[in-house]
């Protein structure tokens, strides 16, 4: 958790009031962290509110709290430019990964060319994990970093690194924790993607998972093809606000004889939209994750912009999955 650096930029900035935010699965380090910045001479205060990535920072908070710093946990720098001083802390994992890549091996004997893909809490082993395959006989690819920090990562919106060398590639190996950012991979990508899960110690396919999505955001789209009254979602958080989209959606969903307005919107819930009931549809431009994993706790159809396309003929199913549903 880079304990020294934290008071090393506390000292200075000179900050004598800090907030802290953290994902919900790095909260429970939040108490013992705010008594190492205590021992600066800065007040730390923490956030409790969720967060979801570097595209959630705190900023509307750590203005009204006057804060002189905000250290943002488990995620890499995203946006260009913060209103309010931010350090990144990347909350980098110590776990070996080489046993569960060794087992992921045995699931990929068909394919010869890999692509490799990882979060930022384990970049540190892809040069390892690279060796392991090439020992193999593999021939691996890993994207280049684009707007991301590093070459491989991927984060719960972008995958564009992956999505560059996906039509060079047969599946992906993806090393990490849990189902959500491999879903991803397979999402963004349309190629088999196995898991290297070196918490568990398990290596398994999101094939399954990857299906049963792809059938419920085509059954979404068909029960949209009937709505009239569309809602397009703008997003308030910092780093997903994205008013130009939400208005060129606006303008082509009209031009298709739906009737359609904007909606800001902070946290995007059911409970929030249901006090609209009027509408059909939602098209959703902030985060699309919320469209693709969510779907199933709201009571209208939640699309992403490119899924609205497609309801209204603008783009094919079929060019849709070339594109990949999380690809804007």
């Not at 060129?248 to 739906?258: C, V």
């Amino acid at each position: 958790m880079e304990e020294e650096r934290v008071k090393h930029e506390i000292l200075k900035l000179g900050a004598k009031r800090v907030l802290l935010q953290f994902p919900e699965g790095l909260k429970s380090e939040a108490p013992r962290l705010a008594k190492i910045v205590e021992k600066t001479g800065a007040v730390p205060i923490i956030s409790a509110d969720p967060c979801y990535g570097a595209c959630d920072l705190p900023t509307a908070e750590a203005e009204s709290l006057g804060v002189d710093m905000t250290i943002h946990y488990g995620h890499s720098k995203l946006m260009k430019h913060e209103r309010v001083p931010t350090i990144y802390v990347e909350a980098r994992a110590a776990v070996n990964v080489d046993g569960t890549v060794e087992k992921a091996l045995s699931m990929m004997e068909h394919w010869h060319n890999i692509g490799l893909a990882t979060t930022v809490q384990h970049v540190q082993t892809l040069d390892v994990v690279r060796e392991i395959l090439i020992r193999a006989g593999k021939t691996v690819m890993i994207g280049d970093a684009g707007r991301l920090s590093y070459a491989g990562q991927v984060i719960g919106c972008d995958y564009s690194n992956v999505h560059s060398i996906a039509k060079d590639v047969e599946a992906f190996l993806f090393v990490g924790g849990g189902l959500f950012h491999a879903l991803g991979v397979a999402l963004s990508t349309m190629k088999p993607t196995i898991v290297a899960e070196p918490y568990e110690g398990r290596a398994f396919s999101v094939e399954k998972e990857a299906e049963r999505v792809m059938k419920q955001r085509w059954a979404n789209i068909e029960e949209a093809r009937g709505g009239k009254e569309f809602a397009v979602l703008v997003g308030l958080k910092a780093g997903q606000m994205r008013l130009e989209q939400a208005l060129q959606t606006k303008r082509r969903l009209e031009e298709k004889d739906k009737s359609v307005c904007l909606l800001a919107i902070n946290e995007i819930t059911p409970e929030a939209l249901m006090e609209f009931p009027t509408i059909d549809v939602y098209v959703n431009t902030a985060c699309p994750r919320i469209a693709i994993d969510d779907t199933a706790r709201f009571r209208r159809p939640m699309l992403t912009t490119n899924e609205a396309l497609v309801v209204v003929g603008e783009l094919s199913w079929e060019e849709l999955c070339k594109k990949g549903l999380l690809e804007s």
